[in-house]
């Protein structure tokens, strides 16, 4: 089994950054994917950035790119997600995922794919 926790959110002013850990505890696969998604109230579930645990291709939705910066730690088996220039449409409750295979590999923006989630962690951007 895997466990995922996030940290690092709370409350900052527009122009502002954060970075968010997910500590992931419990079997990893090299084959695998650690994504951040996120979800503002009222809205669905939209895909943020991944990253291949080994290897390190990366994945940015248009929004996050530029301004969020997704790196690994694989020794502390931590993802960090560094997000810059934060906006208010960035408040949200951020997720870590994991997912490992073919298929999340390949298409690493599908939530759906993902094995693990974490209990999410809250982002506000004040304007």
């Known amino acids: 089994q895997v466990q995922l926790v996030e940290s690092g959110g709370g409350l900052v002013q527009a122009g502002g950054s954060l970075r968010l850990s997910c500590a992931v505890s419990?079997?990893?696969?090299?084959?695998?994917?650690m994504g951040w998604f996120r979800q503002a109230p009222g809205k669905e579930r939209e895909f943020v950035s991944a990253?291949?645990?080994?290897?390190?291709?990366?994945y940015y939705s248009d929004s996050a790119k530029g301004r969020f910066i997704i790196s690994s730690d694989n020794a502390k088996n931590t993802v960090y997600l560094l997000m810059n220039s934060l906006k208010p449409e960035d408040t949200a409750v951020y997720y870590c995922?994991?997912?490992?295979?073919?298929?999340?590999?390949?298409?690493?923006?599908?939530?759906?794919?993902?094995?693990?989630w974490g209990q999410g962690t809250q982002v506000t951007v004040s304007s």
């Open positions: 990253i291949w645990w080994n290897g390190g291709n990366t």
């Open positions: 995922a994991a997912g490992r295979g073919i298929a999340v590999l390949t298409n690493p923006t599908a939530g759906g794919l993902y094995d693990y």
């Open positions: 419990g079997r990893t696969f090299s084959n695998s994917v």
